[in-house]
Nanobody, 115 residues
Framework: QVRLVESGGGLVQPGGSLRLSCKASGIWFSIYDMDWHRQAPGKQRELVARISTGDYPTYADSVKGRFTISRDNAENTVYLQMNTLKPDDTADYYC?????????WGQGTQVTVSS
């Protein structure tokens, strides 16, 4: 059974930082690209960052220079370091991966940026 379990969300003031973690189980983690998506209230889910199996990261324009995605294959975990957070970053953040005939999502972790 494949599981993706996110953690690390919470309430933070504008300008603050959070580090999200996503622990995977039930998959051969190192052969999967891993993504972080987010969905704000009333908005569509959007891709925030992706890291390839070769550790190559890509980012949405809205988070470039502020967010960093990384992975630890030994721990089957992908991280999202979020710095200089803005109120517009408020959303539920989801870990995701997919392969041929498969598509896996975590349950999400809530991030609220507010003073």
């Amino acid at each position: 059974q494949v599981r993706l379990v996110e953690s690390g969300g919470g309430l933070v003031q504008p300008g603050g930082s959070l580090r999200l973690s996503c622990k995977a189980s039930g998959i051969w983690f190192s052969i999967y690209d891993m993504d972080w998506h987010r969905q704000a209230p009333g908005k569509q889910r959007e891709l925030v960052a992706r890291i390839s199996t070769g550790d190559y990261p890509t980012y949405a324009d809205s988070v470039k220079g502020r967010f960093t995605i990384s992975r630890d294959n030994a721990e089957n975990t992908v991280y999202l370091q979020m710095n200089t957070l803005k109120p517009d970053d408020t959303a539920d953040y989801y870990c995701h991966t997919s392969g041929v005939g498969s598509d896996y999502w975590g349950q999400g972790t809530q991030v609220t940026v507010s003073s």
